[in-house]
């Protein structure tokens, strides 16, 4: 398997690295906007956030509005716990994504990019500020980019405040807004009325990074990574309880084990998968594959040791999004308050059968109605947490 880490210890580079993201947007300065569209839907790359939406279809739509202006909003949110790959990226690849974001553009007609960016990455502000007035200089953005008449694009940075709520597409753009940072109802999407009801693409920093890629080496050459429902590579942030944590490349496909083995984590007895909103995997399912079609994630592997209590785990995610629920709908402000005090309790007492199917239709009340994928990703944790290890809950009542 093809790993390659950097803050990790197998040593070799990202495929980040080893990019040339200005050859990709001089390639696409001679494309037309069906042409670019057409490249990265070819590539098969689906957005790296966590949903996994195809973004060359994403760009389809967007394209076909014919309001303007439209805009270009790169989430640097990154608020799932255990996440820290787009943290990298800006410090370390900001040019491919400022790269991605202009090809973007172009591509679906906008000229204005906006980097909402997480309120504990203002240390990074100052450097991306720097690497766009160099950008700016070079005529890699701005108007006329590299010289073409049809090709203007710039971006400014905004700052978020601290909600995780705001990574949520719709949320972030009523705080760009200047609004309590809450979900909007669907439809319409963003692509049809977003920023300032205008057409609007959203899309992940890891997600501009790879178009620079792509348009330099041909959609082919990421195509042919991964698997066929999920093709290319990806960064996972691995932390927790082994020995390598760091940022890890792999292809889609890898198993959780392969993971493991290569960060120092062989012992485990578990682990979280795509952060506080994704799925608690136990030892004995290690062999999944994490990829679209089977375990999705934003990128966040958190590794559980073998003395880890899992109740304890599970408390504190319900506690998080007790504390992140923007309190607009019913299932997710008194279902998180509700399922925390509940895993408190068990915590104490165990649980009863009767008590288990009350919390279990709580779960998927909020599931299923909670109004943004905050509440409905919300009790994922402490299901797959209760559904592996019920076991270890005083006298094993569950
Ligand atoms: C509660 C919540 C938090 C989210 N946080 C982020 C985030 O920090 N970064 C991100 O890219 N997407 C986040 N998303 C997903 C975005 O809503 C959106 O799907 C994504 O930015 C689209 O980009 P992509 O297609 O490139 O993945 C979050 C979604 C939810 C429901
Ligand atoms: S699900 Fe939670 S975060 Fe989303 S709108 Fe409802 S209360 Fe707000």
Redesign the pocket.
Known sequence: MDVKTVHGFVGSKLSFSEANGDAGLKKAATMDAEALIGAVSASGL????????P?GM?WKFARAETRTPKYIIC??????PG?FK?RLILSDFADLVFAGMAIAGKAVGAEKGILYL?AEYEWLHPHLDEVLARRRKAGLLGPDILGGKNFSFDIEIRMGAGA?????????IESLEGKRGE?RNRMPFPVQAGYLGLPTV???????AWVPCILEKGPEWFSKMGTQKSPGARLFSISGDCKKPGIYEYPFGVSLRQLLKDAGGENAKAVQVGGA?GTCVPASKFDRKLAFEDLAT?GSIIVFGPDRDMFAVAENFQQFFEE?SCGQCVPCRLGNMRLHEAIVKMREEGLDAKGEMVLRRLAATMQSASK???G??APNAFLSILDNFAGELPRGKA
């Open positions: 689906k957005g790296r956030g966590g949903a996994g939406f973004t994403k989430n640097a949110d990154e608020g799932e996440t787009d997480r995780y709520v705001c990574g949520e597409e719709s949320a972030l979900a959203v899309n992940n920093v890891e997600t501009f909103s934003g992140e943004c994928g905050l409905q990703s």
